[in-house]
């Protein structure tokens, strides 16, 4: 009887998150879920798809889709990514709005506030990284941003140190309809396991590279297999990259960046997956692949999809 009453009170919907490049969406998600789905870096443009996770609790069930940061597009890709983002506004149930404490709206943010502006969705505005800013001052930023649009809620946080993420989720199933939950209890995210494994490559790609490789480069995973009851994981994979000179950066003096990436991209995994990983890495040169629909279809970039 008790069960029946909680699943009649329970709420599931889908919240988006949206916001100009690198103002912590992906640490939000990954903080809100308690664990790594999304890839997190300080270079713009980290997340090209939409990445759908899942939080369940006695509450109910909120399915996060983290979009690509919405900017102005400069090829193929950016004009994807940015679809991804625009179009996700209106299919949603609540839409939180990541931005910075700051008292100056910039082109960016006025782009976001005046698409804001036409949906009908409850927007919820997250001033994140309050942990960088003095407490007095953040209801000066709450102040500068409620002049901007009619938000439904205003939920000052820290994705990093994880401060009134427990409030967050609680606004966010005010919002949400009564209803069953889309996914079982155990799910944490749709994202295929090679897609997961492809991006954390790629995180630390972005991570090690100097500044002008990283927006020219996906990551392929060409096989991905169980070898046998060793509890050993055997992947290849290969970076692409759009110029031979990004090519002999992402390699390295004697291989070293490669084996650093390498590295660091097969502790992530192996704490994925749970259990030991052989991951071999191989860079190829795809000049403007970015401009290309072909090989951004081929690489998990499918316009159709959207």
């Not at 003095?134 to 409620?146: A, N, Q, S």
């Not at 995973?221 to 990259?241: F, P, Y």
């Not at 052989?278 to 690489?299: A, E, H, Q």
């Amino acid at each position: 009887m008790d069960k029946k009453m909680g699943q009649a009170n329970e709420k599931s919907g889908f919240a988006a998150l949206v916001g100009r490049p690198n103002v912590g969406k992906s640490t939000l998600m990954n903080r809100l879920i308690g664990q790594k789905i999304a890839i997190t870096s300080n270079k713009p443009q980290t997340t090209r798809n939409r990445i759908q996770t899942v939080y369940t609790d006695e509450r109910g069930q909120i399915v996060f889709l983290d979009t690509p940061g919405i900017h102005k597009a400069k090829n193929k890709l950016g004009e994807y990514m940015v679809r991804a983002a625009e179009r996700t506004l209106s299919e949603v149930d609540v839409i939180l709005w990541l931005v910075e404490p700051t008292d100056y709206i910039g082109a960016g943010e006025q782009h976001i506030a005046g698409q804001l502006a036409h949906t009908k969705t409850p927007v919820i505005l997250v001033i994140n990284k309050v942990d960088t800013v003095k407490k007095e001052e953040i209801l000066h930023f709450i102040d500068t941003y409620r002049r901007l649009l009619n938000f439904a809620e205003i939920v000052p946080v820290s994705a990093l140190k994880g401060t009134n993420t427990d409030t967050l989720l609680g606004v966010i199933f005010q919002y949400l309809p009564c209803g069953p939950k889309f996914y079982d209890e155990d799910t944490v995210t749709d994202q295929p396991e090679r897609q997961i494994v492809a991006e954390l490559i790629r995180e630390k790609a972005l991570r090690c590279l100097d500044e002008e490789v990283p927006h020219g480069i996906a990551v392929v995973i060409d096989r991905m297999k169980e070898r046998g009851s060793q509890g050993l994981v055997d992947i290849d994979a290969t970076i692409m990259c759009e110029r031979d000179s990004h090519k002999g950066i992402i390699i390295g003096k004697q291989g070293s960046m490669l084996k650093k990436i390498g590295s660091a991209a097969r502790y992530e995994i192996e704490r994925l997956l749970g259990c030991q990983v052989n991951l071999k890495l191989w860079v190829k040169v795809k000049k403007d692949w970015r401009d290309s629909d072909f090989l951004i279809k081929n690489f998990g970039y499918d316009k159709k999809e959207l």
